[in-house]
């Protein structure tokens, strides 16, 4: 059984940066992928970024992000993390890790979730 643990989300000003992080627990024979989703009132989820562990640098990013955001790994400590600059309200969102096979989009698919982490752009 797969456990996420997401945290570092808060509220911030425009400009702002934050730090999110997922820890995961349990076993990770078929795991290929780590990402972050977000989902704002109203809205559908959708993926942010995507990481694929097995390779350094294998990463993708939901065009809103690009440039702004970082995704990154510790496999020794089965993390993710990412970095988030230059944070702008219409990123406002509870975010969410994820875990599960890699496909080569922004986003992990056949997922495990973490609990979600609220991120507030406001000024």
């Known amino acids: 059984q797969v456990q996420l643990v997401e945290s570092g989300g808060g509220s911030v000003q425009p400009g702002g940066s934050l730090r999110l992080s997922c820890a995961g627990s349990g076993s990770t024979y078929s795991i290929s992928c780590m990402g972050w989703f977000r989902q704002a009132p109203g809205k559908e989820r959708e993926g942010v970024a995507s990481?694929?562990?097995?390779?350094?640098?294998?990463?993708r990013y939901v065009d809103s992000v690009k440039g702004r955001f970082t995704i990154s790994q510790d496999n020794a400590k089965n993390t993710v993390y990412l970095q988030m600059n230059s944070l702008k309200p219409e990123d406002t969102a509870m975010y969410y890790c994820?875990?599960?096979?890699?496909?080569?989009?922004?986003?992990?698919?056949?997922?495990?979730w973490g609990q979600g982490t609220q991120v507030t752009v406001s000024s």
């Open positions: 990481i694929d562990i097995r390779r350094v640098g294998n990463t």
């Open positions: 994820a875990q599960g096979r890699w496909v080569g989009l922004p986003r992990c698919v056949d997922n495990s």
